[in-house]
């Protein structure tokens, strides 16, 4: 029987995907639920799976955009018995079936491998530059050590360099070479495609300004170094930086609703609950999973939320309606080692918040000068319907948090104001 293999639909709003890649060959054998292909659409990449086993014809190219619920593969059923079992671990192999497999096996010749065998899964290697490898005898490491891509021209440039001599000083590393003018061209996934429509939209259609503050990261660095090892036996997560900030957000925004609401035509959207979008770079791209209803977790919660979501991002495994729905963003390019950045509005959002590397600085504390790792914060928001007050006063209440994270658990009031009844 033939099993026709459709497109799957990524979203109600998405017509058309592109086929990314194909996991497997054409006239491959494959088990059932197997992933056949990548489905890129311009919101996540989805696989294709196997609804049956057996033998699979491609129809569509890899790289070609295709109709959801249009056929992009079929599998002829009558080869269901070949197709590979996954074993479960847990069967023991026998003397004989070990033997049976050995015989199966092509004979392996007894010669040591040579520069072209498996070398190639070290880098990412260009067919120009692969063949370019063969031709010379050379191999990665010859090349260039570290590379994650390699191209003709770093091979050109390790056929021309001089043979190492350790007599000779280290300065010889830098000797002038041959430049390339090479140019390698790759086509714009739709991902790409519709994230530079949508970052384009965001500054042609919003009055989109910063604004910008300071947190001294003491505190908060303090109670992770005495707090982390017991936070990981009790919750089975390790405590970042992350949770604080998503934490402290969600508590600000209470203080300043403005800031997690929204236009919606002629009117001013203002969601009672907080889901905080948390951009995450993938191989793919940029992708914006949601934790949802941030006002009733705890840090905890936020950690192994974000965790699962982030994994799922990078894996390329997170679905639509994982990333739907955000009120407000926050994004961290102090991973990347960003020191300060305005970053862009998730729309429909009106509001996002950036964070940037800690770096020990000189600030005056209690008027002496004192070294104190320090983070600047960004908020970009849209000013149509943000004002200054609500932004301005949005950073210094997290700011306050950070500071001093007891007010984390008092709402973002100051405690002792609290016992007074101010």
Same mark, same amino acid.
């Given at each position: 029987m033939i099993?026709?293999?459709?497109?799957?639909?990524?979203?109600?709003?998405?017509?058309?995907?592109?086929?990314?890649?194909?996991?497997?060959?054409?006239?491959d !054998?494959? &088990?059932?639920?197997?992933?056949?292909? =990548?489905?890129?659409?311009?919101?996540?990449?989805? &696989?294709?799976?196997?609804?049956?086993?057996?033998?699979?014809?491609?129809?569509v190219?890899?790289?070609?955009?295709?109709?959801?619920?249009?056929?992009?593969?079929? !599998?002829?059923t009558?080869?269901?018995? =070949?197709?590979?079992?996954?074993?479960?671990?847990?069967?023991?192999?026998? =003397?004989?079936?070990?033997?049976?497999?050995?015989?199966?096996?092509?004979?392996?010749?007894?010669?040591?491998?040579?520069?072209?065998?498996?070398?190639? @899964?070290?880098?990412?290697?260009?067919?120009?530059?692969?063949?370019?490898?063969?031709?010379?005898?050379?191999?990665?490491?010859?090349? !260039?050590?570290?590379?994650?891509?390699?191209?003709?021209k770093?091979?050109? *440039?390790?056929? $021309?360099?001089?043979?190492?001599?350790?007599?000779?000083? /280290?300065?010889?590393?830098?000797?002038? %070479?041959?430049?390339? %003018?090479?140019?390698?061209?790759?086509?714009?996934?739709?991902?790409?495609?519709?994230?530079?429509? %949508?970052?384009?939209?965001?500054?042609?259609?919003?009055?989109?300004?910063?604004?910008?503050?300071e947190?001294?990261?003491?505190?908060?660095?303090?109670?992770?170094?005495?707090?982390? $090892?017991?936070?990981?036996?009790?919750?089975?997560?390790?405590?970042?930086?992350?949770?604080?900030? !998503?934490?402290?957000?969600?508590?600000?925004?209470?203080?300043?609703?403005?800031?997690?609401?929204?236009?919606?035509?002629?009117?001013?959207?203002?969601?009672?609950?907080?889901?905080?979008?948390?951009?995450? #770079?993938?191989?793919?791209?940029?992708?914006?999973?949601?934790?949802?209803?941030?006002e /009733?977790? #705890?840090?905890?919660?936020?950690?192994?939320?974000?965790?699962?979501?982030?994994?799922?991002?990078?894996?390329g495994?997170?679905?639509? =309606?994982?990333?739907?729905?955000?009120?407000?963003?926050?994004?961290?390019?102090?991973?990347?080692?960003s020191?300060?950045?305005?970053?862009?509005?998730?729309?429909?959002?009106?509001?996002?918040?950036?964070?940037? $590397?800690?770096?020990?600085?000189?600030?005056?504390?209690?008027?002496?000068?004192?070294?104190?790792?320090?983070? +600047?914060?960004?908020?970009? +928001? @849209?000013?149509?319907?943000?004002?200054?007050?609500?932004?301005?006063?949005?950073?210094?209440?997290?700011?306050?948090?950070?500071?001093?994270?007891?007010? *984390?658990?008092?709402g973002?009031?100051?405690?002792?104001?609290?016992?007074?009844?101010?």
């Amino acid at each position: 029987m033939i099993v026709e293999i459709k497109v799957p639909t990524p979203g109600e709003s998405i017509s058309e995907v592109e086929l990314a890649s194909w996991l497997v060959s054409d006239g491959d !054998i494959v &088990a059932k639920d197997q992933e056949l292909a =990548e489905i890129e659409s311009d919101k996540a990449t989805l &696989a294709l799976l196997a609804s049956e086993a057996g033998k699979v014809k491609i129809l569509v190219e890899a790289g070609e955009t295709v109709a959801v619920d249009s056929v992009a593969c079929s !599998i002829d059923t009558e080869f269901a018995g =070949e197709a590979p079992s996954a074993p479960s671990g847990d069967e023991p192999v026998s =003397e004989e079936q070990k033997e049976e497999t050995q015989k199966k096996e092509p004979a392996k010749e007894n010669t040591a491998p040579t520069k072209t065998s498996t070398q190639y @899964d070290k880098a990412k290697v260009s067919p120009l530059a692969k063949k370019m490898m063969e031709e010379a005898n050379l191999s990665v490491d010859d090349v !260039i050590n570290g590379l994650k891509r390699i191209s003709s021209k770093e091979v050109e *440039l390790a056929k $021309n360099a001089p043979i190492a001599d350790s007599s000779k000083s /280290t300065s010889s590393a830098f000797i002038a %070479r041959e430049t390339s %003018r090479e140019m390698e061209r790759q086509k714009m996934t739709n991902l790409r495609k519709k994230l530079s429509q %949508r970052l384009v939209a965001v500054k042609n259609e919003t009055a989109m300004l910063t604004t910008f503050n300071e947190v001294d990261m003491s505190a908060v660095m303090a109670l992770r170094k005495k707090y982390q $090892n017991k936070f990981i036996d009790t919750h089975g997560v390790k405590l970042g930086f992350m949770s604080f900030f !998503i934490k402290a957000a969600s508590l600000a925004l209470k203080h300043h609703p403005m800031v997690n609401a929204m236009i919606d035509g002629d009117e001013i959207v203002m969601p009672e609950y907080h889901d905080v979008s948390v951009a995450v #770079q993938t191989p793919k791209g940029l992708m914006v999973p949601v934790i949802r209803n941030v006002e /009733t977790l #705890q840090l905890h919660n936020v950690e192994s939320t974000l965790k699962n979501l982030a994994e799922k991002a990078r894996k390329g495994k997170i679905s639509i =309606e994982e990333m739907n729905g955000g009120t407000f963003t926050v994004t961290n390019g102090g991973v990347f080692g960003s020191m300060l950045s305005t970053p862009i509005i998730n729309p429909p959002q009106s509001a996002i918040m950036g964070m940037h $590397n800690i770096v020990e600085r000189p600030v005056a504390v209690n008027g002496k000068v004192e070294i104190r790792p320090i983070m +600047y914060l960004a908020l970009s +928001y @849209d000013h149509r319907i943000i004002d200054g007050k609500d932004s301005v006063g949005f950073l210094v209440k997290v700011k306050e948090m950070l500071e001093d994270p007891a007010k *984390l658990l008092q709402g973002g009031y100051n405690p002792e104001e609290q016992v007074l009844g101010f």
